[in-house]
C-alpha cells in the first residue's frame, strides 16, 4: 500500500511541476499520523493558477485512477485542499502558505527531496 502512496505522491509533484507550481514541498507523514502517508505543500502565484494547478489534479489523477475524495477551497483559490486519501495536497496562494505555514507544524516529518524549478 504504502508504495501506491509513493507513486500517487510523485505523479502529483510530476503534474504540479507542470503547472509551474513554486516551492513544492513533499513531506512523508505515514510514521507520524494516521491522516495520510503524504502531504504535498505547493504555491501559485495567484488565484487563478492555483484553481488550475487543482482542476489539472484532479482530472490527471483520476485518469491515473486516483480517486479525489474531498476537495475544499476552489471557489476562494486561496487555499485548496484537495484529499486522494493516501496522498493529501496543499495548494497554496503564497500569503496563505506563509500565514498558515504547515511546514512549521508538521516539521517531524520527513521531507522527501523535491528538484524545483524556480
Known sequence: MYTISTEMANKAVELLKGKK???IRLLDIHEISTLSDYFIITT????TQV????DELEEKMQLEGHKLYHKEG???GRWILMD????????FHAEEREFYNLERIWVDAKEIPVE???
Not at 44 to 47: F, K, M, N, V, W
Not at 84 to 91: E, G, P, Q, Y
Open 21 to 23: 507550481a513554486k516551492d
Open 44 to 47: 501559485g502565484t495567484s488565484t
Open 51 to 54: 484553481q488550475a494547478m487543482a
Open 74 to 76: 476552489f471557489r476562494g
Open 84 to 91: 486522494f486519501s493516501n496522498v493529501i495536497v496543499h495548494l
Open 116 to 118: 524545483n524549478e524556480d
